[in-house]
């Protein structure tokens, strides 16, 4: 033998060209495309590519018999060591190399088929007299076999592959209702693994232990064991962690189990390698033959360790005709081979536990092996920089610990556990820190249930890893930019630093909010009624920046300014900084908290109630959640600092907002401000659906309900400077509570929409900062405190601290320049496709994302069309994203109203759609367009849903999910966080991830 192909790859390629080299042997090493940059072949001294050199077939390779005996014979190739998996079982394999004049370093093909059908091993052992599990000695192929068997063995039963193994194909059964089900997933697993799907099935022994014999014969009839590792410690059937000897074993049933090994193998004149495996009851200390591997194994080291026998070196020398018992081999008589101290197996993969143990890849950023006394390691493609491909097993390096005592051994090993640090892609490390330090690992009772029985092995102290996570983090910043500005950063660019305002020292003077915490919400309403000056909400800190930045403004620069906010504007009606697309952005975006947020920003400003937006019963979401939700949620917000809670419907369904209505006017001492949503023009004749008539019986009815202020929601900007004093006008005559204005100014003209409305009795308005002013946000704060100035309606701002807090975000807008928009004025489109001023800016990034920039105005054109062809409805979020969603939709398909409405076209509409016209975030005035209805549902396979959609879901169980979350997280989850899971369950998670990173 000169010659040695290893038909394998990563650690046993490597493990076998070691004990090759050391014989003196060349080693040759094969790889597909994919697994051109593994360790293995520079471990070799050949290497040659097998299968398609533009790859696809990164498996496949190495299954393909012909093409590797063809490599062998092309590069004078005389032996071939197939390692473990693979082909290592494959008796066709075998059976070419015997004829190819090639060396198979293993068993005979006869031995290979012999032992490969477990069935037929099975007999072997019945011949033997050596236990095994009842179950059935042949491969079963249907349904009706299995169930005839299953009743004669009794459940419950496991199902297991007849050919093959590595815990595919297994499934445990435990009732006969299950057993359909579970054949069907054992046959498939196995056929795709083993391209067979006979099965066999077994008792299922509930306590068991998995105690496998180490065999080595030679081709003259010399047999040995070489004593037992015990794999009990197993996950889905497959090895975790490995232990030689077996701990808790007595004397007695060592040797037995050792003897039947041997028993069973010497009549055959077993040769090469092989591993007999048993199953131990514990219960009833009665044990079990399973099967057969006549093979290598994985956990081979620690057979190694305690016994000092070279296994792989041992397999090489008997294929070469040597004799066990003499030089070169020198193993010991059966008499004289003893074990030395105990010796533990980790097998370390790229494997993310914390996500059932989904196999991760990428780039090892950083790799970093353990070392010293009693330390082994066999690893693949493992050290800094290696690329960890998804195509083949997630085994990066198997770590085997030795000790004098089986406690030393497991110090040892989790010394070197923890000395390890992989970074870049996901390990089981932390997983196996807590299983070898489990109390019951270590008392050496673990059984095959051991993993699936403590769920405690799965809670993790996250790693800081913190020098690693920020150079990733600054390093892909700098490489990739940050996905939401990437491809708009302007390099080179400067900024100044903002310039922060020279605000009054001493105590944060008193503010409205000290007067509501001392009157309460009804008499402190009742005081704002009887105010002659315009009080003002400042939006800077929420609605503005939605409307210009896409809610990209992170908390840093809210809360920089927050204390001269407090000092500065402390004669604000209230500051608007919190709540709907604000509450996703923070955590979806900007990777923040939302709620510490408003923590941070309540104790900056103690004096000026906080203001949110509610979208009643989509909460600050975009569908409809459980009654008990909505009201928690507000309880929540209540607790944290929320003064004034606007709640609206966006489609104006008075009985969608009662929920959160009667929340914060019973659960909370927070004011109940109840808008409504304007749309339409209430001076165009020509626009029936939204009049003054329709405004004012909704006011009238929210009033009733309990509000404690009236909103006027202009979402659009849609409300013109007479129809603004027309509809206040209107409203005063007919309730006696604060009537509150908000509009946008995208027309260019809404301040004088507010001016005019001050003009007939509003008492509160919304406007931004100048700098956040204009365009898609609110009307220009600092001018209309000037233009009031010296009038009876004098707000009692300070222009000139206006304008000192307007100079801060001037230049933190800068800041933020890759989500602008680029609207350089107002435009009277609005009055064509009355889009929301916060949607507008996010529908344009949206667009663009779908390549849609340059047909801005065509998406725009079918945002107007789809709101007729749902009705002319109101639109706000969430009901404006389903038509921005479906505008998008039709532009995208080049799809125009009549396609829409074919009854010859079947379209897919998007989800959001689907959703709105079967009535999950309510129905309004008057219904949806029955014909539209009809074809979207049918699209879909639904049906319409009947009465209130919140009042048909289910409560939140929060206890229950509190544990769901703890599971998920591995932290205990505050209640806000349970909330924040509850309204966004996959966007907190990614926010989680991100701050445990």
């Known amino acids: 033998m000169r010659k040695l192909l290893v038909a394998n790859r990563s650690e046993i390629a490597i493990r076998v060209f070691r004990a090759a080299t050391e014989l003196g042997l060349e080693t040759v090493a094969i790889y597909t495309y994919e697994d051109r940059f593994a360790l293995h072949r520079f471990k070799a001294d050949e290497a040659y590519l097998i299968g398609p050199e533009e ?79 009842p179950g059935t000695d042949r491969a079963l192929k249907d349904l009706a076999q299995v169930k005839s068997a299953a009743k004669e063995v009794g459940y419950p039963i496991i199902i297991k592959a007849s050919f093959g193994g590595g815990g595919r194909g297994m499934r445990v059964v435990r009732n006969e209702s299950e057993l359909a089900g579970k054949l069907e997933e054992a046959q498939r697993e196995a056929g795709a693994a083993f391209g067979r799907a006979e099965v066999f099935i077994e008792r299922y022994i509930a306590r068991a232990k998995h105690i496998e014999v180490q065999i080595l014969g030679d081709s003259h009839g010399n047999l040995v064991h070489l004593w037992e590792r015990d794999c009990s410690v197993q996950r889905r059937h497959q090895k975790v962690v490995e232990i030689a000897p077996s701990v808790n074993l007595s004397q007695e049933m060592r040797q037995r189990i050792c003897d039947a090994a041997v028993r069973l193998c010497k009549p055959v004149n077993y040769q090469a390698a092989g591993t007999v495996e048993f199953l131990v009851d514990m219960d009833h200390q009665e044990f079990f033959f399973i099967e057969v591997n006549p093979r290598i194994q994985v956990e081979h080291t620690v057979t190694e360790v305690v016994t000092g026998v070279d296994l792989v070196k041992s397999q090489i020398l008997i294929c070469q005709g040597h004799k066990l018992h003499e030089a070169p081999l020198n193993v010991p008589k059966q008499d004289k081979i003893e074990t030395r101290g105990y010796a533990v197996q980790c097998r370390i993969t790229t494997e993310d536990p914390e996500n059932h143990f989904i196999p991760d890849y990428g780039r090892l950023a950083t790799y970093r092996s353990a070392a010293g006394f009693g330390i082994r390691l066999d690893g693949g493609t493992a050290f800094s920089g290696a690329v960890i491909t998804p195509y083949f097993d997630s085994l990066l390096v198997k770590l085997t610990a030795w000790g004098t005592t089986f406690a030393e051994a497991i110090r040892r090993m989790d010394r070197a556990l923890r000395e390890f640090r992989v970074r870049g892609v996901k390990s089981n490390i932390p997983f196996l820190e807590n299983l070898i330090l489990n109390p019951v690992f270590q008392s050496g009772n673990a059984t095959t249930t051991f993993i699936d029985t403590t769920p405690e092995l799965f809670h993790f102290q996250p790693k800081r890893d913190r020098a690693t996570k920020i150079l990733s983090y600054l390093g892909d910043v700098i490489v990739n930019s940050r996905p939401d500005v990437k491809g708009k950063a302007v390099s080179g660019r400067e900024f100044v630093d903002p310039p922060m305002p020279n605000a009054p020292r001493g105590d944060v003077p008193a503010g409205l909010r000290n007067k509501l915490l001392e009157m309460g919400p009804e008499k402190f309403a009742q005081w704002v009624r009887k105010q002659k000056r315009m009080l003002f909400t400042d939006t800077t800190m929420r609605d503005a920046h939605q409307s210009l930045l896409a809610t990209r403004v992170r908390t840093f620069d809210l809360v920089k300014i927050a204390d001269a906010v407090s000092r500065m504007e402390s004669g604000l009606f209230s500051l608007e900084m919190w709540g709907g697309a604000t509450f996703d952005a923070s955590m979806r975006f900007l990777q923040e908290d939302p709620w510490d947020r408003l923590d941070q920003l309540r104790a900056k400003i103690p004096n000026i109630p906080f203001q949110m937006l509610l979208r009643a019963s989509n909460a600050v979401g975009y569908t409809n959640y459980p009654d008990n939700a909505v009201r928690q949620f507000i309880i929540d917000s209540a607790s944290h600092g929320i003064d004034v809670f606007r709640i609206f419907d966006s489609l104006n369904v008075v009985d969608n907002m009662t929920v959160a209505m009667d929340a914060v006017l019973e659960k909370t001492s927070s004011l109940c401000e109840a808008a409504i949503c304007y749309s339409g023009d209430i001076l165009d004749p020509q626009r029936t659906k939204f009049t003054l008539d329709y405004y004012v019986k ?20 849609l409300c013109k400077p007479y129809a603004a004093y027309a509809l206040v006008k209107a409203l005063r005559q007919e309730v006696d509570v604060p009537i509150h204005f908000h509009t946008h100014d995208t027309s260019g003209i809404n301040a004088s929409s507010v001016l005019r409305a001050c003009d007939a009795g509003v008492d509160i308005a919304d406007a931004a900062l100048s700098s956040m002013s204009g365009t898609t946000s ?41 989500f602008e928009e680029g609207l350089k004025s107002g435009t009277a489109e609005v009055y064509e496709h009355e889009m929301p001023g916060g949607q507008y800016t ?104 009947r009465g209130r959609a919140g009042a048909k879901l289910p409560k939140v169980d929060f206890e229950a999910t509190k544990k769901e979350l703890t599971g998920k997280i591995h932290r205990e989850p505050r209640d806000v966080d349970v909330l924040s899971y509850v309204l966004y369950p996959q966007v907190f998670l990614d926010l989680e991830k991100f701050r445990q990173q």
């Open 778 to 818: 609110q009307p220009n704060l600092n001018s209309l405190a000037a233009a009031l100035k010296n009038t009876p309606r004098d707000s009692g701002l300070d222009l000139r601290s206006l304008n000192a807090l307007s100079d801060y975000w001037q230049a933190v807008r800068d800041y933020y320049y890759p």
């Open 842 to 945: 996010n529908l344009r990034q949206q667009a663009k994302s779908l390549h849609l920039a340059d047909r801005w105005h065509e998406v725009a054109d079918a945002y107007a069309t789809v709101n007729q062809l749902f009705g002319d409805i109101v639109k706000v979020t969430p009901s404006s994203k389903v038509v921005g969603d479906m505008a998008l939709f039709m532009v995208t398909n080049n799809l125009t109203a009549m396609d829409v409405l074919s009854p010859d076209r079947k379209l897919s509409f998007p989800k959001s759609v689907v959703e709105m016209m079967q009535g999950a975030i309510g129905v309004p005035d008057g219904g949806w367009p029955k014909v539209l209805q009809k074809i979207i549902l049918n699209s879909a396979g639904v049906e319409p849903i």
């Open 698 to 717: 909704m006011a009238k009815e929210l009033v009733k309900r309990g509000a404690h202020i009236l909103g006027i929601k202009d979402m659009a900007g």
């Open 55 to 133: 790859g696809g077939e990164p498996v496949k390779g190495y299954l393909n018999i012909d093409a590797i005996i063809a490599v062998a014979l092309e590069h004078g190739v005389d032996a071939i060591h197939p390692g473990y998996g693979f082909l290592a079982e494959n008796a066709d394999l075998a059976r070419a190399c015997e004829k190819n004049g090639i060396t198979f370093i293993g068993p005979t093909p006869r031995m290979l088929e012999m032992f490969g059908d477990k069935t037929a091993a099975k007999r072997l052992a019945v011949q033997a007299k050596v236990p095994t599990v």
